[in-house]
């Protein structure tokens, strides 16, 4: 079925360290893929997205690696401060059957960056 | 300001007395949608609506109804609320449903937090 998921529910790092969020879809055909920070008592905001025609998107201090022999995502932060410390959502993009499409929600890690 | 207003932001009701959450986006989008977010189970669709008049069930419709009189305004209704339904609800909208990358991000509203006695 289809399925998004997070290894780590809980991930804490020192300030100025990288860090590294991972996520598994199960979904083969899933052409598109999301990751959403979400601060505490706030929606979901669009970090960084990625096609499945390619395997790496960067951003600013963000990138995005996209492996789909293995069906795997990550998010790595780059020197991540204080103001990272959030829930990360991954998603991804999936066809229905009506003929349009839906985002559907890995269930988050928390990542804390301890100062 | 680009942005989606959801209202209210937190309500506590009682079993069966029937409410509404509205939404409203000013971007022009498309599509919008609704999410309930429970701790452990992230962030799952409710309904979702690829334009006026035109709305559908996402995974967990059972107990909410939804309408789309107009582009703008997405509203979520509990007929007959009941305490299972105690969630966090985001409402999102999109240009189209999906694909393409950094122009078509779903924009979430900054949620309601509902409580069913």
């Known amino acids: 079925g289809e399925s998004v998921g997070l290894h780590l529910p809980t991930l804490s790092v020192q300030e100025g360290d990288n860090s590294i969020i991972n996520c598994a879809y199960s979904?083969?055909?899933?052409?598109?893929f999301i990751w959403y920070k979400q601060e505490s008592g706030k929606g979901p905001q669009f970090i960084i997205d990625i096609r499945s025609n390619m395997d790496k998107r960067q951003g600013q201090r963000v990138t995005v690696l996209l492996n789909k022999t293995v069906k795997h995502l990550s998010l790595q932060i780059a020197a991540t401060q204080p103001g990272d410390s959030a829930v990360y959502f991954c998603?991804?993009?999936?066809?229905?059957?009506?003929?349009?499409?839906?985002?559907?929600f890995g269930k988050g890690t928390k990542l804390t960056v301890n100062p | 300001e680009a942005q989606v207003t959801q209202n209210p932001r937190y309500l506590i009701t009682v079993t069966g007395k029937k409410l509404t959450v509205t939404c409203s986006q000013n971007m022009n989008h498309e599509y919008m949608s609704w999410y309930r977010q429970d701790p452990g189970l992230g962030l799952r669709q409710i309904y979702y609506?690829?334009?006026?008049?035109?709305?559908d069930k996402g995974d967990v419709p059972e107990g909410y109804k939804v309408s789309r009189k107009e582009k703008r305004n997405f509203p979520l209704i509990l007929e007959s609320p009941s305490p299972n339904q105690t969630s966090l609800y985001f409402c999102?909208?999109?240009?189209?449903?999906?694909?393409?990358?950094?122009?078509?991000?779903?924009?979430f509203g900054p949620g309601t937090r509902l409580t069913v006695l």
């Open positions: 998603a991804e993009n999936l066809d229905t059957q009506g003929g349009s499409e839906k985002l559907v």
């Open positions: 999102a909208s999109s240009l189209v449903a999906g694909a393409i990358p950094s122009t078509d991000t779903q924009y």
């Open positions: 609506s690829m334009n006026v008049e035109v709305t």
């Open positions: 979904n083969s055909a899933s052409d598109y």
